[in-house]
């Protein structure tokens, strides 16, 4: 079985981490195509040891095309999506465009595999937001065990989470530090080298950020809406990888010990919980990697049943290419049929 796949925003980071991990994970295709706005038209990408120069998504017929990754942004998924989807092509989107509709699955393979197969109203599948997926994939095997209660989580989320632009404005302003230059904030609100900004996505009326708003809605949707969750998202000067302080009550026991014993289990997920100096994972550990690596993981005292863990993953993978690629294989294995 082999599969057309064409991949959206292909010369961005996440656009080039799909391709990369399309080629490390083995996935049959039968033909990549890179695609992108006109003004990168021709621009060359790689897969693998090929050499793939970008078309233009504005006139692409994706009739004939299996699969389509979405890495571009809202506007271009609700302009480019649902046209991809009519044409018969499969379509999983990267951004925040479909993820709360309800006829669009918010799919974390690890954790709601099973619901993939509501792909067929619409032909659209959501990936979650970064922060949210490696969330969900140490959540789950606790929850299936003691049951999630209430979830206060803080994350310490990389400038690439925030695209080239971000990671390139810390670059610049960790360089200016050593000669004195001032430090002028374009894509984050306030300096970011040597700083943390509480503060990512627009803020609502009720004083949480977008981003943490959507870690709520789509912890609910993947995982369990009976789930309360609480998050502050914070932006800090790594280039990649992110880092979350996750605070769990449970309806049931659970002890720290049974905790680290289903979590080495479970899919997805890295245990590395020494205690003792550097017997953890930073998000240096974990860049390039597949996994959702947990350490940190002791008894919280003050509530009865509660556990605090300590989760890191590469965001451009697990949060983003990563995931999308997964939810890709999960189609051709389950409910995509193509001759050889």
Same mark, same amino acid.
């Given at each position: 079985?082999?599969?057309?796949? *064409? !991949?959206? +925003?292909? @010369?961005?980071?996440?656009?080039?981490?799909?391709?990369?991990?399309?080629?490390?994970?083995?996935?049959?295709?039968?033909?990549?195509?890179?695609?992108?706005?006109?003004?990168?038209?021709?621009?060359?990408?790689?897969?693998?040891?090929?050499?793939?120069?970008c078309r233009d998504l504005e006139q692409y017929d994706f009739t004939g095309t299996d699969i389509a990754l979405f890495a571009a942004g809202g506007d271009t998924a609700g302009e480019h999506g649902p046209r991809a989807a009519a044409q018969g092509c499969v379509v999983i989107d990267n951004s925040s465009r479909f993820r709360m509709d309800p006829?669009?699955?918010?799919?974390?393979?690890?954790?709601?595999?099973? *619901? !993939?197969? +509501?792909? @067929?109203?619409?032909?659209?599948?959501?990936?979650?937001?970064?922060?949210?997926?490696?969330?969900?994939?140490?959540?789950?095997?606790?929850?299936?065990?003691?049951?999630?209660?209430r979830v206060v989580v803080a994350t310490y989320q990389s400038a690439s989470g925030a695209g080239r632009d971000a990671m390139d404005e810390l670059f610049t302003q960790t360089k200016g530090v050593y000669v004195n230059d001032e430090p002028t904030p374009q894509q984050f609100t306030k300096q970011i080298a040597f700083n943390v900004i509480p503060h990512i996505d627009s803020f609502l009326d009720d004083g949480q950020t977008k981003e943490e708003w959507k870690m709520v809605a789509e912890t609910k949707k993947i995982l369990d809406p009976a789930i309360k969750l609480h998050a502050t998202c914070v932006r800090v000067p790594v280039f990649v990888g992110h880092s979350e302080a996750v605070n769990i009550e449970f309806a049931q026991e659970i002890d720290d010990d049974e905790a680290r014993e289903i979590l080495r289990e479970a899919p997805g997920c890295m245990v590395l919980d020494k205690r003792e100096d550097g017997g953890y994972v930073t998000p240096i550990d974990c860049v390039g990697d597949f996994a959702t690596y947990i350490s940190r993981i002791r008894v919280d005292p003050t509530v009865e049943n509660g556990l605090s863990i300590w989760v890191v993953s590469d965001n451009l993978r697990k949060g983003a290419a990563l995931n999308a690629v997964q939810i890709a294989e999960l189609l051709a294995a389950r409910h995509l049929k193509k001759a050889a």
């Amino acid at each position: 079985m082999a599969y057309k796949v *064409a !991949v959206v +925003g292909a @010369t961005g980071v996440v656009g080039q981490e799909m391709l990369s991990i399309l080629e490390e994970r083995g996935f049959p295709v039968s033909e990549v195509v890179p695609l992108a706005s006109r003004r990168s038209l021709g621009r060359e990408v790689s897969f693998g040891d090929t050499t793939l120069k970008c078309r233009d998504l504005e006139q692409y017929d994706f009739t004939g095309t299996d699969i389509a990754l979405f890495a571009a942004g809202g506007d271009t998924a609700g302009e480019h999506g649902p046209r991809a989807a009519a044409q018969g092509c499969v379509v999983i989107d990267n951004s925040s465009r479909f993820r709360m509709d309800p006829d669009v699955p918010l799919i974390v393979p690890e954790v709601n595999a099973s *619901a !993939v197969a +509501g792909y @067929t109203k619409r032909n659209i599948i959501a990936n979650p937001n970064c922060s949210t997926a490696q969330l969900v994939v140490a959540l789950k095997p606790l929850h299936d065990r003691a049951e999630i209660k209430r979830v206060v989580v803080a994350t310490y989320q990389s400038a690439s989470g925030a695209g080239r632009d971000a990671m390139d404005e810390l670059f610049t302003q960790t360089k200016g530090v050593y000669v004195n230059d001032e430090p002028t904030p374009q894509q984050f609100t306030k300096q970011i080298a040597f700083n943390v900004i509480p503060h990512i996505d627009s803020f609502l009326d009720d004083g949480q950020t977008k981003e943490e708003w959507k870690m709520v809605a789509e912890t609910k949707k993947i995982l369990d809406p009976a789930i309360k969750l609480h998050a502050t998202c914070v932006r800090v000067p790594v280039f990649v990888g992110h880092s979350e302080a996750v605070n769990i009550e449970f309806a049931q026991e659970i002890d720290d010990d049974e905790a680290r014993e289903i979590l080495r289990e479970a899919p997805g997920c890295m245990v590395l919980d020494k205690r003792e100096d550097g017997g953890y994972v930073t998000p240096i550990d974990c860049v390039g990697d597949f996994a959702t690596y947990i350490s940190r993981i002791r008894v919280d005292p003050t509530v009865e049943n509660g556990l605090s863990i300590w989760v890191v993953s590469d965001n451009l993978r697990k949060g983003a290419a990563l995931n999308a690629v997964q939810i890709a294989e999960l189609l051709a294995a389950r409910h995509l049929k193509k001759a050889a």
